[in-house]
């Protein structure tokens, strides 16, 4: 089974600071998942990548297969970044997703 | 919510008593996921399903079981609730398993007193 560390597991940000999660996992896979949960509990999917790098505004998501890592990457950050960061991974095969214990980011104003 | 309804949101129940939570999508997605959300664990798979009557146990499928009778709707239950299934309970959606994005419901609260 696929084992999914994430780091930090709490960070403490101010608010326009440059923030970075990341994500480690220990066999290979064919496609890592970021998702984020708010406070309210919703959880939304931010990237789903295998390889290289992904951008959606002011997020970026990288992965290093041959490391087996990956991070995420917060410009600017704001109060209303402050959620739960996940990471989730598909081993080879038609296998589901595993997930890590998330992040528990704030941001303070 | 990309078209996933859980329901109850919320629910409180006697240990012992069975429990059935309820997912409905209106994406006709082939892929159906029970997952549960509990303080020091990531989200962990209960059961999945790939189409209708078609399941398979996740990690953590010990004391619940599913059904699947029409693509839109997937059913989990609780035979004989216990205290350890306190917990948040999510259901996902999505065309395929892992390669694609996991769409999420809002969740349901399930304590077992």
């Known amino acids: 089974k696929n084992e999914v560390e994430q780091s930090p597991q709490n960070l403490t940000a101010q608010e326009g600071e440059f923030i970075t999660i990341n994500c480690s996992y220990s066999?290979?896979?064919?496609?890592l998942h970021w998702l984020q949960q708010h406070p309210g509990g919703g959880i939304v999917s931010l990237f789903m990548?295998?390889?290289g790098k992904k951008k959606h505004g002011r997020l970026i998501a990288t992965i290093n297969i041959q490391e087996k890592h990956s991070s995420l990457h917060i410009t600017a950050s704001h109060p209303r970044d402050s959620a739960v960061y996940i990471c989730?991974?598909?081993?080879?095969?038609?296998?589901?997703?595993?997930f890590g214990k998330g992040t528990r980011l704030s941001v303070i104003a | 919510d990309a078209g996933i309804t859980q329901s109850p949101r919320h629910k409180v129940t006697e240990t012992g008593t069975p429990v059935t939570l309820r997912c409905h999508q209106t994406?006709?997605?082939?892929?159906m996921y029970w997952y549960r959300q509990d303080p020091g664990h990531g989200l962990r798979l209960i059961h999945y399903?790939?189409?209708?009557?078609?399941?398979d146990k996740g990690e953590v499928s010990d004391g619940y079981s599913v059904s699947r009778s029409k693509t839109e709707d997937f059913l989990l239950t609780l035979e004989s609730a216990t205290s350890s299934q306190t917990s948040v309970y999510f259901c996902?959606?999505?065309?395929?398993?892992?390669?694609?994005?996991?769409?999420f419901g809002a969740g349901t609260r399930l304590s077992v007193l």
């Open positions: 989730a991974v598909r081993s080879l095969g038609n296998t589901p997703l595993v």
């Open positions: 066999v290979g896979i064919s496609a």
């Open positions: 996902a959606i999505s065309v395929e398993t892992g390669r694609s994005i996991q769409y």
């Open positions: 990548l295998s390889s």
């Open positions: 994406e006709n997605h082939r892929y």
């Open positions: 399903s790939y189409g209708v009557k078609d399941t």
